[in-house]
Each structure stands twice: as structure tokens, then as C-alpha cells.
């Protein structure tokens, strides 16, 4: 067995899914959470941790692979400049540019959540500032992303630079049809064929400017009334 998370398109298509949801499981194991079984399937599969693994149904929407007795992948951690802490976790810099769209997709797949409304998509993401920061900076460098700053524990991004996420994550389509290193009801939510430009009109900015003032309240306990 190699690296689990080489330098290569899976290695980093599965680091960025660590970055986003893994979480310490005792002294040597490891837990990631996901609503999508597939993903969890795919992280277990592609790192050759059958036997280790086992996942488990939380709810009625998450599921949660724990992986125990895993020394090396912690281990390899520590090497990629990866945070076992979850709060304290950044971005690692020493990606190569040619991976970044695989790295950037795990995380995707992980912790972004697609939201369709008639022909326009945004992508919303909760995470720690560190993330969110170093994941806006890869965007904005290598996607053509143009949101500036992200609020602090959330990000949402409208029409046009979901789009722009969209071409740089499925740029390796080949590649990623092949693999099934990707979650397809996530692709399909996006209208990748409608360019309107979503942060600019009106209506949509102002939808889009709700959105992000209500996130902050429904965390923060209220419900849906009350933030309407």
C-alpha cells in the first residue's frame, strides 16, 4: 500500500475530503460524517481500509465512517501539515497546482451544499475561518471566483462564481467519470448552460444577501419564522 494521500488526483480528491469532515475517533482512528453513503463508500474503498472500516447511520439524513487502529494515515497527517484538530485545520500549501480541482472537489463533496432555485444555483458552505479563507484564496487564484471575504464560519457563493466553481472542480471529466470520484446528485444540481450573471442582478443580489444575513441567526437558534 502507498501513501493514502499521495500527490496524485485521488490522493488529493480524498485529502480534501479529510480537510472538510474528518474528526478525531480515540487516540489512533479517525470519523467522517457525510448525508451522501456514497462518499463515505468512496473515502473507506479508495483508501484500502475495508476491514477498518465501518459506517454507521446516524439519522435519518447522516451517515459516519469510523476507522480505528489507522497509525500510518495519522502518521501521513502530520507530514502533509494537515491539523488533527478539527477547529484549527487550514488549507495545505504544498498542493500542486495540477491537483488543486481535485483537492478543492473533495472538499466540495464534503461540506458544500448546492442550492437550485429555477435556473439559478449558489453553493453554501460552513466551516472554520481557516477554510473558508484558504479555499475563497484557491478559488479566486485558480477558478476565477470573484467573492473577496467570506463571513466568518459560512460562505455563500451565487450564480455566477457556482458556475465557475462548477468548471473548475469537473474540469478532469474524464478522469472523474472514470474514477466515480464524485457525488452525482451534487453535479446535476447545477444549470452549468445559464450564464446569467447572478451577483449582479438585483432580485437574485438581494436573495443572495438574505441568505447569507439569515445563516448566522438559524445558527445561532432561531428558527425560520423568526429570521423571515
Not at 57 to 79: S, T, W
Not at 148 to 162: A, F, L, T, W
Amino acid at each position: 500500500m502507498g501513501n493514502y494521500f499521495d500527490q496524485s488526483k485521488t490522493g488529493n480528491y480524498l485529502k480534501g475530503t479529510f480537510i472538510a469532515n474528518c474528526s478525531p475517533l480515540g487516540l489512533t482512528g479517525l470519523a467522517i460524517s457525510s448525508s451522501h453513503l456514497e462518499l463515505l463508500e468512496i473515502f473507506r474503498d479508495e483508501l484500502k481500509i475495508r476491514n477498518k472500516g465501518v459506517i454507521k447511520r446516524l439519522d435519518k439524513y447522516d451517515y459516519r465512517l469510523e476507522i480505528k487502529d489507522v497509525e500510518k494515515l495519522l502518521v501521513e497527517l502530520r507530514e502533509s501539515r494537515i491539523d488533527y484538530v478539527t477547529k484549527d485545520r487550514r488549507f495545505p500549501d504544498i498542493v500542486e497546482e495540477q491537483f488543486l480541482d481535485h483537492l478543492v472537489r473533495g472538499f466540495f463533496d464534503a461540506k458544500a451544499r448546492v442550492r437550485k432555485r429555477g435556473s439559478y444555483s449558489n453553493i453554501q458552505i460552513w466551516s472554520n475561518n481557516n477554510l473558508l479563507v484558504g479555499i475563497n484564496e484557491i478559488l479566486r487564484k485558480h477558478a476565477n471566483v470573484q467573492h473577496k471575504n467570506p463571513s466568518e464560519g459560512y460562505v455563500v457563493y451565487g450564480h455566477k462564481d457556482s458556475i465557475a466553481i462548477y468548471n473548475f472542480i469537473y474540469r478532469d471529466w474524464e478522469f472523474i467519470e472514470k474514477s466515480g470520484l464524485y457525488i452525482p446528485s451534487k453535479k446535476e444540481r447545477f444549470n452549468p448552460n445559464y450564464h446569467a450573471d447572478y451577483s449582479t442582478n438585483p432580485q437574485n443580489r438581494r436573495s443572495v444577501d438574505m441568505i447569507e444575513r439569515a445563516i448566522p441567526l438559524l445558527i445561532d437558534g432561531k428558527t425560520a419564522t423568526e429570521v423571515a
